[in-house]
């Protein structure tokens, strides 16, 4: 360890053992937004008269709503008569007002010195010639559109062009595998898929067009795929099926009319992982989705006109949906847009676009940040950083360690950080800080927004008190709320309302409330695994294995991991006759890095002559977790076999570099 690096670590000690509050800073507090808790207040006499107030405010609706909030429980509709176009509010609006000058993402590639702005103006151009690309290529209102592609500003115009002409997008992490891509868009039924020839990642080339080709062979509702040239590189090309990009683009106008949608129809469907195998589409629906979108992304992070705004996720998260397309542009925000890998070529690679972008208010995951804080403060030391103001982290809890050193080293103990709670299906933020207002704790993502109601229950449904762990529900609706999943309104009640009641909304998370009423969340306590801020259910991970020809059986856990949040670790029967050689556990590793994608790679894959299973045969989870993690197991006595789970806990302990208790 660097002195450096000792000393910041002594400052946290002594910070953790103060157990230290941050007000917000009073320079910070000078120019904030909101400075006082009116909004509470404002929220609190009449939530309802809240989000319509900031939407007749912050929305440009073509049919101004008459209606508010209608509750069906679990069914919601939010302004369900107003007319609008999100498109024409992320973009025309403003350029129309003069500020079609205006940067609305400095990209950056991978690459070195790869950059290009882009304006509002040139956004709105490119919106409005791949909208009219796609109507050229038979797309109307309610078809669904893929798109499978890198961090390029094309993205969000693909987006927007959906957004414009009414046809719900789907957008699907490119760095999910071809088998993936596939099952999202036959889940969605989408009509067109819309790639790039390839993508640019630590410095090699990520091949989209071919994954998305074999992705399109089992997906018989896409009828066309448009290519978005990018590197240039040599691609395999369907002449009948394939076009252009630049192509479709220069053949039509730029001028499409944006479509008067209503409120409640759909944006967007994006999946995420449940507690099945079969990943999940909540649906959002457009004027709430963007409502919320917009309002939180100006409060929380504070929009001003010189604001430059950096959300590092990506836009194939629902963060980047939120945070780097609908909110920000909704706001007239100017953002950066990045490629490439934040350790490429280094691990200042962030710093040094803070400092030459002159970046305001940053916005990542506590992984990433736990990462810098393992590469040391030497990295962003070489960077001036003094144009932040406020900070912020979203996907898992932040550990008080990573956001007392986020508060130092990156903030300089002068910007205030939000940790953001939310969820694919929240389609917006719901607990957080105002950071002109909300004292901040490290640690705890504070309390929930004005208008947001939240409750922790115990089992039965019943509120525990401060201090007593439970279950964090919602309870009552929001604007940005998902309205169903994807062609399965059965499994969106059931899931999400089926525990306490109808209008109960069941998070999956677990957390606690202290004496100042302050939520500190705690991660999932269902089947869902949180690797570096992403969403994996275990069952999709069991499911791809057994898929192996010598897999028998196989089970998977989230173990803690310092770094990533949590760590996979599959326990796996072999077939008879199979042998478990170290070559086995890391071909079945990259079995599940292909089958779902990289970011679902196990860290370790352990071989039993049978699963921890109790006499009666059921997997004993809670103990396959114990076993990752290393922990006294204590009682095994009720096992089917106590030995297999011995052997279990060697395997694992050498795999982590344990030592065997
Ligand atoms: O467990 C919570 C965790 O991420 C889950 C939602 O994941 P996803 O739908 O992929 O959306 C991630 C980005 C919004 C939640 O159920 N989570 C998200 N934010 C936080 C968090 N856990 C603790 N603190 C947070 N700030």
């Known amino acids: 360890m660097s002195d450096q690096q000792a000393d910041v670590l002594d400052v946290i000690e002594g910070l953790m053992q103060e157990s230290r509050t941050f007000p917000p800073p009073p320079e910070f507090q000078a120019r904030a937004l909101v400075r006082d808790r009116s909004l509470y207040d404002e929220a609190a006499k009449d939530f309802e008269e809240f989000w319509a107030r900031l939407a007749g405010e912050l929305i440009d609706w073509f049919t101004p709503p008459t209606k508010r909030l209608e509750w069906d429980p679990p069914h919601c509709t939010w302004f369900a008569d107003g007319e609008l176009n999100v498109s024409y509010n992320c973009l025309d ?50 078809d669904r559109v893929g798109i499978y592609m890198g961090m390029v500003p094309e993205l969000p115009a693909a987006m927007l062009a959906c957004a414009r002409i ?79 990009w630049h192509e479709l683009v220069a053949d039509v106008p730029a001028e499409c009319e944006p479509a008067r949608m209503n409120a ?20 959002h629906a457009t004027g709430g989705y963007l409502l919320h979108a917009a309002v939180t992304h100006r409060l929380i992070f504070d929009i001003h006109e010189d604001t430059v705004w950096w959300c590092a996720a990506d836009i194939g998260w629902v963060t980047g949906h939120s945070y780097i397309v609908y909110g920000p542009l909704a706001n007239r925000t100017t953002g950066l847009l990045y490629e490439g890998d934040p350790a490429y070529p280094d ?13 305001t208010t940053y916005y990542t995951a506590p992984t990433l940040i736990r990462s810098f804080v393992k590469m040391g403060p030497a990295y962003p030391g070489r960077h001036d950083l003094s144009s932040l103001r406020l900070l912020g982290t979203v996907g898992e809890p932040i550990n008080p360690e990573a956001w007392l050193w986020y508060w130092k080293v990156i903030g300089q103990e002068r910007c205030p950080i939000v940790d953001t709670w939310w969820q694919t299906e929240t389609g917006a933020i719901l607990i957080s800080p105002l950071p002109g207002v909300t004292t901040l704790k490290p640690g705890s993502a504070t309390v929930p927004l004005p208008g947001i109601e939240v409750d922790i229950v115990d089992e039965r449904g019943t509120p525990v008190p401060p201090g007593s762990g439970g279950f964090l529900v919602i309870t009552r609706p929001w604007p940005g709320m998902f309205r169903t999943l994807w062609d399965d309104d059965e499994r969106y009640v059931e899931t999400y309302f089926g525990e306490y009641g109808r209008g109960v909304y069941v998070t999956g998370d ?131 076999d106590a030995d297999v789970v011995e052997e279990l806990k060697r395997q694992a302990d050498e795999a982590f570099g344990r030592t065997a208790s």
């Open 510 to 640: 677990g957390a606690k409330q202290d004496s100042d009423g302050y939520f500190w969340l705690m991660g999932r306590i269902d089947d869902v695994i949180n690797v570096a801020g992403h969403r994996l259910s275990t069952t999709e991970i069991e499911s791809a294995l057994v898929e192996h020809p010598a897999v028998a059986e196989a089970a998977a856990t989230g173990a803690h991991d310092p770094q990533r949040g949590q760590r996979i670790v599959c326990f796996v029967l072999l077939k008879a006759g199979q042998t478990h050689t170290p070559e086995l556990s890391g071909d079945l590793r990259e079995f599940v890095a292909e089958k779902i994608g990289k970011i679902a790679r196990p860290a370790a894959v352990l071989f039993g002559d049978d699963l921890p299973k109790t006499r009666s045969g059921k997997i004993m989870r809670r103990l396959l977790k114990d076993i990752a993690e290393g922990h006294d197991l204590g009682d095994t006595t009720t096992l089917r």
């Open 264 to 283: 409640e129809d759909t944006l967007f469907l994006l999946h995420t992982s449940g507690t099945t195998a079969k990943p999940k589409a909540p649906q």
């Open 166 to 244: 009414g046809a719900p997008h789907v957008v699907v992490f490119g760095g999910f595998s071809s088998e993936s891509l596939a099952e999202r868009l036959q889940s969605a039924g989408a009509k067109i898929l819309i790639t790039q020839d390839e993508g640019w990642r630590k410095g090699g080339k990520v091949p989209l067009k071919a994954d998305a080709d074999e992705a399109v062979a089992g997906s018989p509702s896409v009828e066309r795929v448009v290519v978005l040239q990018r590197t240039g590189g040599d691609i395999p090309w369907n002449a009948q099926r394939d076009v252009w």
């Open 347 to 359: 691990w200042d690679r962030h710093w040094e676009l803070v400092e030459r972008y002159g970046v």
């Open 93 to 142: 609006r403003h350029v129309q007002q003069g500020h079609g000058d205006q940067v609305a993402y400095h990209w950056v590639g991978e690459p070195a010195n790869e950059t290009r702005d882009v304006s509002f103006a040139e956004l709105l151009e490119e919106t409005g010639r791949i909208a009219n690309g796609l109507k050229a290529l038979g797309v109307k209102r309610g």
